[in-house]
């Protein structure tokens, strides 16, 4: 990997080519799931840090489900599910957006707000929720339904009035997909009977054996699953289309950043099968940066590889990503510094070999997950 490194700085510089612009600025990141109870009324400790550490970008999560925590451990009885930024369409927890972005300036650092979709509870009514196909009938899907005019509205409001503030982007968290079955909900079949003349139904996309190769999806029926697919990632595309509008209306300038799941640029049937995504569809659709979770804890756990081999997978990811994209700073390598499942930090051996595959591609952006507090990255090998 080195070798590879050495040969294309060579071959670009002399070329006169870069591996970033200043459209793509490089990210050097964290990304804040609560933050710390130290920081209330003192974010200016929180984020003076991150600069005094070589890091220039945070990811500030800005909504709040029934079970997540509250930023500073701050409880709103009020809102069990809402948002950290001023708007009419959800319950205010606090404004803690408007808090972090003034620090961020303050300290010469940007900021994103990382933004659910689908996931948001107060949109997960059962009037509200996407439908996905069984063998015996439909029950409710994974999340509230893009298909529906109310999702739609209030969603765009939301991203509208986010656009409001002095952020420089917008990340969107990993709930933006549809999984491999959902698309049953009345408006999802009759929009799909309309554009296409096909009929959705368990029987005609699911009903079949034996084409797991062809879809990544067991019972999967390719004639009718792999267009199906295609076409919810057409109408994913457009419901960002229209969130993109509403903030860039307000914001202009407004980048955007797409949570990527790891098996998406590793396997392009499976990213389309699995999640309804697609890395051609979001750079052609207007993300400016690749957020991929490349969570090498949770990719060992569920592809059952050693941490060695968990890298590998990062390597591939991170080559496959570079080969698509117009500027390697697209792409933004997200590492995990805690075990999701554990319950634990990741160890120094685990962090030293991710340090060191992070220095063989230098050019991309790196964000660390999750970051609450700066003693999350003392002593800790990562730097500019």
């Known amino acids: 990997m080195v070798l590879r490194f050495l040969m294309i700085t060579a071959l670009l510089f002399s070329a006169g080519l870069s591996f970033s612009s200043e459209a793509y600025p490089r990210l050097n990141g964290v990304q804040v799931f609560v933050l710390d109870k130290a920081y209330d009324k003192d974010l200016d400790t929180f984020f003076a840090g991150l600069k005094a550490g070589g890091y220039d970008t945070v990811f500030l999560r800005v909504f709040h489900n029934g079970s997540d925590r509250y930023h500073y451990g701050e409880a709103n009885p009020e809102c069990r599910s809402g948002v950290y930024f001023q708007t009419d369409e959800a319950c205010v927890v606090r404004d803690v957006l408007g808090e972090a972005v003034s620090s961020a300036r303050k300290h010469n650092l940007r900021i994103y707000a990382w933004m659910a979709t689908r996931s948001l509870t107060f949109l997960k009514t059962p009037e509200l929720m996407e439908r996905s196909f069984t063998k015996e009938g439909t029950v409710s899907g994974y999340g509230a339904s893009i298909f529906k005019k109310e999702v739609r509205d209030r969603l765009i409001g939301l991203f509208w009035d986010l656009a409001k ?5 917008i990340l969107f968290q990993d709930d933006f997909i549809l999984k491999n079955a959902e698309g049953a909900s009345p408006e999802a079949v009759r929009q799909y009977l309309a554009e296409t003349g096909e009929t959705a139904s368990y029987e005609a996309l699911l009903s079949c054996s034996g084409n797991f190769a062809l879809t990544k999806v067991t019972g999967a029926c390719p004639e009718a699953f792999l267009p199906w697919v295609s076409w919810k990632n057409k109408k994913l595309m457009g419901m960002f289309s229209d969130l993109r509008a509403a903030a860039e209306a307000v914001k202009p300038d407004i980048k955007f950043a797409g949570n990527v799941y790891y098996e998406t640029p590793l396997d392009r049937v499976k990213g389309l099968s699995w999640y309804a995504q697609s890395i051609r569809s979001m750079l052609d659709g207007g993300f400016d940066y690749l957020a991929v979770m490349g969570y090498h804890d949770q990719i060992g756990e569920e592809m059952l590889k050693s941490h060695d081999e968990s890298v590998d997978v990062l390597y591939e990811m991170a080559e496959n990503l570079v080969a698509v994209t117009s500027d390697e700073s697209r792409v933004v390598l997200k590492l995990q510094l805690s075990s999701f499942s554990k319950n634990r930090t990741v160890d120094d051996v685990q962090l030293g070999s991710l340090c060191r595959m992070t220095a063989d591609y230098p ?15 003392n002593n800790i090998c990562f730097t500019k």
């Open 363 to 377: 050019f991309i952006s790196r964000v660390l997950v999750p970051v609450n507090s700066l003693s999350d990255i």
């Open 165 to 169: 503030y002095d952020i420089d982007g």
